[in-house]
């Protein structure tokens, strides 16, 4: 009776005992399930993620300040794009303080455009212009008795003006940073490719560093040209400078503000004259007027002209003076003129056909170094035939005080030039442009031979 009451109870035990491991192990499997159920969900989630593509935002209006005031210059829509990415004063996009085509880029507060212009551009020259193949550069026209000047007709074709360009626009403490570059593979001489930087800066507010158009040069005055040169005597160079834009005055008709610049001087001398020298940085200086009807620029430039004997190691310097007055008019219509009146000594390195050629001073009679003069004349004015057809009639007067110094200079040596161009342009569509343009040209040297030349273009160009 007890052996049968004792195994009873063990029996009793032993069931208990089982019970209870059998709900530990169910405990423990429906862990684990809940586990696998949430590391599935885990991975599905991260499926998704990967398999999603990050949004993009496109900026349909600048998000650094909706309420700033528009810029007053107008965009010419011309074939090259230096107008839309010169510098500005606060920053202002040309015509609307929106920015179409920016880019926000996620989890910031950067606005990012990338664009460019791929060009291609069909020439024909009634002469051979060796230096000058693909620009229109009127200095570089075979004269009377020299070479090529009877050559006769040369074709030439080229993509090289092709440019790529981008733009970075973020907000800061101090105001807007704009971060601007373009290049392209332009050269004058050949339709190879070389690279060619023509914008690289960067303005925080109105303060800009980096590589860019002078601030003697009025960039809103060029003329709509197809030809990459553009009219002999236009004032115009880029190299290295630091800026700084002052306002005077701002209205809801007009702004006036100052630009104050220390540039890169670079002084261009022959080497009749020894070896190129400068004791100073160029200071230019420009005050600007934008209104709704155009804009007017009075610009200076003063600069230290300097050479050294190579071989006494004796040096000189001269005082370079500059003047530049320049505009355009905006016509009822879309139509536009401009021009411009500069003149001054020792600032042939910053007109486009006397760039290069060392004639910012030379020696006298006496050993003495001396600023050479210039008086450059020009003007233009383009016509809106309708909402797709346009053309530009420009000119270009240009002539330096050369003729005292040609036991120095040499008998080649420029005096001056002249240059004409008209065109037409179709746009089918906003992103492609088709024009054909004339040109003319005439070229005197300093001796008393001249010669002229005329060019017949063809582009076709993609913008992107």
Do not use: C
Request: hydrophobic share 40%.
């Amino acid at each position: 009776m007890w052996a049968a009451t004792v195994s009873l109870a063990a029996t009793s035990a032993t069931a208990q005992e089982q019970s209870t491991e059998v709900d530990k192990l169910k405990a423990t499997v429906e862990q684990m399930q809940k586990t696998l159920d949430e590391q599935s969900r885990k991975i599905e989630a991260l499926k998704k993620a990967s398999t999603k593509a990050p949004a993009v935002e496109v900026a349909p209006e600048l998000a650094v300040d909706l309420n700033r005031p528009q810029s007053f210059i107008v965009d010419k829509d011309a074939a090259h794009p230096e107008q839309r990415l010169a510098p500005r004063f606060d920053n202002l996009p040309l015509l609307l303080p929106t920015l179409p085509g920016f880019w926000k880029i996620p989890g910031t507060e950067m606005l990012f455009r990338l664009g460019g212009d791929t060009i291609g551009a069909m020439l024909l020259t009634s002469k051979l212009m060796p230096g000058a193949t693909t620009w229109f550069i009127t200095s570089s026209i075979p004269v009377s008795g020299a070479a090529y000047y009877e050559s006769g007709a040369q074709v030439t074709g080229t993509a090289n003006q092709s440019d790529i360009n981008f733009e970075f626009r973020s907000p800061s403490p101090f105001g807007e940073i704009r971060v601007v570059y373009l290049n392209d593979f332009a050269q004058p001489g050949s339709s190879a490719f070389s690279y060619h930087i023509k914008d690289f800066y960067v303005q925080a507010a109105n303060l800009l560093v980096g590589y860019t158009e002078s601030v003697f040069a009025d960039i809103d005055d060029h003329p709509s040209t197809l030809d990459y040169q553009g009219p002999n005597s236009l004032v115009s160079l880029r190299h290295a400078l630091v800026r700084y834009a002052i306002g005077v005055a701002r209205g809801p008709n007009g702004i006036i503000f100052l630009n104050v610049g220390l540039e890169d001087p670079s002084s261009q001398i022959p080497s009749s004259a020894g070896t190129p020298r400068s004791f100073a940085p160029d200071l230019t200086i420009a005050a600007r007027l934008e209104g709704r009807t155009g804009h007017l620029q009075l610009s200076t430039v003063l600069r230290s002209v300097g050479s050294q004997n190579p071989t006494t190691g004796a040096s000189q310097s001269v005082l370079g003076w500059g003047l530049s007055f320049s505009g355009n008019l905006n016509v009822p219509g879309g139509d536009f003129a401009t021009m411009q009146v500069a003149g001054g000594q020792g600032v042939a390195a910053y007109i486009n056909d006397t760039e290069g050629l060392g004639l910012d001073a030379a020696l006298s009679s006496s050993g003495q170094l001396t600023a050479l003069s210039l008086l450059a004349l020009m003007v233009s004015y383009t016509h809106q035939w309708g909402a797709r057809w346009s053309s530009t009639a420009s000119y270009g007067y240009l002539t330096m005080d050369t003729a005292p110094y040609e036991a120095t200079l040499g008998p080649t040596a420029f005096q001056r030039s002249q240059y004409a161009s008209l065109n037409v342009i179709f746009r089918p569509f906003k992103l492609l442009l088709v024009g054909v343009e004339g040109l003319w040209g005439f070229n005197h040297q300093v001796r008393g031979p001249s010669g002229q030349a005329w060019r017949g273009q063809l582009n076709v160009q993609f913008n992107f």
